[in-house]
């Protein structure tokens, strides 16, 4: 049962940078099986795909919306998944969410809200112009 707490998020100026974390609640020892990601969602919206990490040891990708200013990584001995932002644009403002997907030894990532199985309850970025 894997529970995710997303933390970080604030009001910060555009050009600024923060780092958000999402953490187990519940500290488990098959954390490097999941896959993982980064989603943000504006009142009304879809939730939009922003990163996303494979396993322990996989890759990771990005939208383009965010590639060469965000960056995904992970601390599985931690329980942790964190996205740093850099560079924000007001156009990032959103709530994030991180979400969790248990796929074992397989080699899989997602880019999409409904592959993902468990989600957290989403820290607010607000950027300011």
């Known amino acids: 049962q894997l529970q995710l707490v997303e933390t970080g998020g604030g009001f910060v100026k555009a050009g600024g940078s923060l780092e958000l974390s999402c953490t187990a609640s519940?500290?488990?020892?098959?954390?490097?099986?999941?896959?993982m990601g980064w989603f943000r969602q504006a009142p009304g919206k879809e939730r939009e795909f922003v990163a996303a990490?494979?396993?322990?040891?996989?890759?990771?990708q990005y939208a383009t919306s965010v590639q060469g200013r965000f960056t995904i990584s992970r601390d599985d001995a931690k329980n942790a998944l964190y996205l740093q932002m850099n560079r924000l644009k007001p156009e990032d403002t959103a709530v994030y969410y991180c979400?969790?997907?248990?796929?074992?030894?397989?080699?899989?990532?997602?880019?999409?809200?409904?592959?993902?199985?468990?989600w957290g309850q989403g820290t607010q970025v607000t950027v300011s112009s």
């Open positions: 979400g969790a997907r248990f796929v074992g030894e397989s080699d899989s990532y997602f880019t999409t809200s409904d592959e993902y199985r468990t």
């Open positions: 519940r500290r488990t020892l098959t954390f490097n099986l999941y896959a």
């Open positions: 990490i494979r396993r322990s040891g996989g890759s990771t």
